[in-house]
């Protein structure tokens, strides 16, 4: 995540009409957001719209911005009400349900897929992609709510206080709802891969 | 602690985010409790799971796409410059719009207000044309009043009442909606003499004359033979005496005109004490029809005006068929 810094500059910029400042907080938070969108909403092409629309969001409502939180946190908040917007107009039965043939820019080709694995045998390479599948299909079950909370600390690595801010919680319900969403994960790879043990 | 205590904080233990006490409990506890531990174990492989997913790079070109839609979001006019462009003069809108509602606002205005002072009611037009239209000498004024008198009666009943008129003086014409009963039944009341009084004092004097009522009772004889009529007339007026009124002769009144000179042997002018009207009318129905009833009560409106001020009534008998000819 680019510095808080570069990031109080560019906004500063922007809000006094120089819009090509913004350009430099797209490039800081471009990545984080779309992966961010992209493990929430499960498909990579939608998760590139999503990523548009809220980096569009961000600029036409960056007036209101005030330097009172950091501006990655400001982001995140915009990326999770557009996501929970764009998720609850989605259909139920949905691309979201990833199965192992689904397009996976891990395997298909993608700009990932050009970068060299650390384990140098191509199986444990398909095993470990077969896992990261199954688990993006766990994380696609949890409530939404569940989902995020753990995608922001678990995933991205923001702070409990930034989640609080984030989701407009306070820290306590930060903990209690990702502790319980950790467990709603457990036991859906639990399933996944021991139906018998999950049923003890 | 219990397991169920554990259950609650393996999340912060495994983050090592516990206070050492509880911290050193949690570790004492999985040490001994193999669930506790499976699930301690369990979770923390969920954990990892997550982390450990690859950050995957967003298409190329995502941030140039971005920053060309940002580029056009900045360029188009927002909605208030779609919605009001730039015009030749630089007239303010909220200018405009000041304008505009004061417009309307006049317009209302004009449209609901009051319509303004009304004068206290006709009577200051007809004080004010009664000077000019000081009458004739009486002589010649009153052939000309007693055709429209009987012509009145003859519609009165279908007629609503007309207002008294004022003061009747001596010069004073009045309108022919007065003469309907003014101009036939002498006032009881003195009269102020010269011209008739303006606006207020007109109004009030106006409100100052007592009750005139117009009964039309059918004589029960067929017309042309009103020289019947006296039996009933007579009864009529024992009535009047019987109910604490006073028939009224012509000449009678103090002023002395022409009109009251002359009554038609089919009328009676009767004077009687307002709160004695009605039980004279239930008398007068028990042996006689009365087919209409014209009531002109003035409005009582001065604090001044009497309580209970003489009713004035005049009786026509009206023939048997047509009870609405009233004067041969």
């Not at chain 1, 929970?84 to 996976?104: C, G, N, Q």
């Not at chain 2, 007239?91 to 509602?101: E, K």
């Not at chain 2, 004024?141 to 055709?147: I, L």
Request: glycine content about 6%; hydrophobic content about 35%.
């Amino acid at each position: 995540m680019g510095s808080e810094e570069n990031d109080r500059e560019s906004v500063r910029r922007v809000q006094a009409g120089e819009t090509e400042a913004f350009e430099g907080l797209i490039r800081r938070h471009e990545k984080a957001i779309f992966n961010l969108l992209y493990r929430w909403l499960g498909d990579y092409d939608e998760a590139a719209d999503a990523a548009q629309d809220v980096f569009l969001a961000a600029f036409r409502s960056l007036r209101q911005f005030r330097a009172e939180s950091r501006f990655s946190t400001w982001l995140y908040r915009i990326a999770v009400n557009h996501s929970k917007t764009r998720r609850s107009r989605r259909a139920k039965t949905d691309r979201r349900t990833v199965s192992l043939e689904a397009a996976d820019p891990e395997r298909d080709g993608g700009p990932i897929a050009s970068i060299p694995h650390p384990g140098p045998d191509p199986a444990e390479e398909v095993e470990q992609r077969e896992a990261h599948a199954q688990i993006q299909q766990a994380l696609n079950g949890l409530k939404k709510g569940d989902a995020m909370i753990i995608l922001l600390h678990d995933l991205q690595d923001v702070p409990y206080e930034e989640i609080a801010r984030i989701l407009d919680i306070r820290m306590g319900t930060v903990k209690s709802r990702l502790h319980r969403a950790r467990l709603a994960l457990k036991d859906r790879l639990l399933r996944q891969s021991d139906p018998e043990r999950a049923k003890r | 602690m219990n397991c169920d205590q554990v259950q609650e904080k393996l999340s912060e233990y495994l983050e090592n985010a516990l206070g050492e006490e509880e911290q050193n409990g949690l570790t004492t506890h999985l040490a001994l409790c193999t669930q506790c531990r499976a699930d301690a174990e369990a979770l923390r492989r969920a954990i990892r799971s997550v982390s450990s997913l690859p950050s995957v790079d967003p298409p190329p070109g995502l941030s140039t796409k971005i920053m060309a839609k940002i580029r056009e979001d900045a360029e188009r006019p927002g909605l208030w410059r779609r919605l009001f462009p730039s015009m030749p003069m630089k007239v303010p809108l909220h200018a405009a719009a000041i304008l505009i509602i004061g417009g309307i606002a006049v317009y209302l205005y004009q449209a609901i207000r009051p319509l303004g002072s009304v004068a206290p009611e006709s009577g200051p037009s007809r004080s004010a044309s009664a000077p000019a239209r000081v009458s004739p000498p009486a002589e010649e004024r009153a052939p000309a009043a007693r055709p429209k008198a009987r012509d009145n009666f003859r519609a009165s009943p279908k007629q609503p009442a007309a207002p008294p008129a004022a003061a009747p003086s001596e010069g004073k014409a009045g309108n022919l909606a007065d003469k309907n009963i003014g101009a036939i039944i002498p006032d009881g009341k003195k009269k102020a003499e010269g011209p008739a009084p303006a606006g207020r004092a007109l109004l009030e004097a106006q409100v100052a004359t007592p009750t005139e009522v117009s009964l039309f009772v059918e004589s029960g004889i067929a017309q042309g033979d009103e020289k019947d009529n006296a039996s009933l007339v007579k009864r009529i007026e024992d009535l009047v005496l019987r109910s604490g009124g006073r028939i009224i002769h012509p000449g009678e009144s103090e002023q002395q005109t022409d009109r009251t000179l002359f009554k038609p042997s089919n009328m009676i002018w009767a004077t009687l004490p307002e709160d004695h009207y009605d039980r004279f009318k239930a008398d007068l129905t028990s042996f006689a029809k009365v087919s209409s009833e014209v009531r002109n009560r003035p409005a009582q409106t001065s604090p001044t005006a009497p309580v209970s001020s003489p009713i004035h009534i005049q009786m026509v008998l009206t023939p048997k068929e047509t009870p609405e000819k009233t004067v041969p």
